[in-house]
């Protein structure tokens, strides 16, 4: 991955799919794989989410975007991995906040409860968002299950 180049990876299930594509052509001054699904046909999240959460979690992309239905079943499935920190983002709001605070580096947005210009929104906010650090950098540690507590 170049250094300090944004990276994308973006996936979901059929549900997603439209979004996916739409987000696809909004995100053009961002390298972005399409992890699929590649047609509207019914699918399972999960053969989806985990390769992009792999290569997230492994440093191939700087984050990772899912989208589903609700985004319940991606963002549980990405979270399955100990180097992600999936939000599910309804607004724009909670976009920023899951950076800010969580440091998420996988975005997960719920298509059939946003518009499309929503679903930019919430995008463009999450990749434009930083982390704080500081006070939230500690709870942030403290996230993965091999954490001593």
């Given at each position: 991955?170049?250094?300090?180049?944004?990276?994308?990876?973006?996936?979901?299930?059929?549900?997603?799919?439209?979004?996916?594509?739409?987000?696809?052509?909004?995100?053009?001054e961002?390298?972005?794989?399409?992890?699929?699904?590649?047609a509207?046909?019914?699918?399972?999240?999960?053969?989806?989410?985990?390769p992009?959460?792999?290569?997230?979690?492994?440093?191939?992309?700087?984050?990772?975007?899912?989208?589903?239905?609700?985004?319940?079943?991606v963002?549980?499935?990405?979270?399955?991995?100990?180097?992600?920190?999936?939000?599910?983002?309804?607004?724009?709001?909670?976009?920023?906040?899951?950076?800010?605070?969580?440091?998420?580096?996988?975005?997960?947005?719920p298509?059939?409860?946003?518009?499309?210009?929503?679903?930019?929104?919430?995008?463009?906010?999450?990749?434009?968002?930083?982390?704080?650090?500081?006070?939230?950098?500690?709870?942030?540690?403290?996230?993965?299950?091999?954490?001593?507590?």
């Amino acid at each position: 991955m170049p250094e300090n180049k944004i990276t994308i990876a973006i996936g979901g299930d059929h549900a997603g799919f439209e979004y996916k594509e739409i987000l696809k052509k909004f995100l053009i001054e961002y390298e972005v794989k399409d992890f699929g699904p590649y047609a509207d046909d019914s699918v399972d999240y999960p053969d989806f989410a985990h390769p992009l959460a792999n290569a997230v979690e492994n440093n191939e992309f700087t984050y990772g975007i899912l989208l589903c239905g609700s985004a319940n079943g991606v963002a549980i499935t990405a979270n399955k991995h100990q180097g992600i920190r999936a939000g599910l983002c309804w607004e724009k709001e909670v976009a920023s906040l899951v950076r800010k605070h969580n440091n998420a580096n996988v975005l997960c947005i719920p298509a059939r409860f946003v518009s499309e210009d929503e679903a930019k929104e919430i995008t463009k906010t999450f990749l434009n968002t930083a982390f704080e650090g500081g006070r939230h950098q500690n709870r942030v540690e403290k996230i993965s299950c091999e954490t001593n507590f």
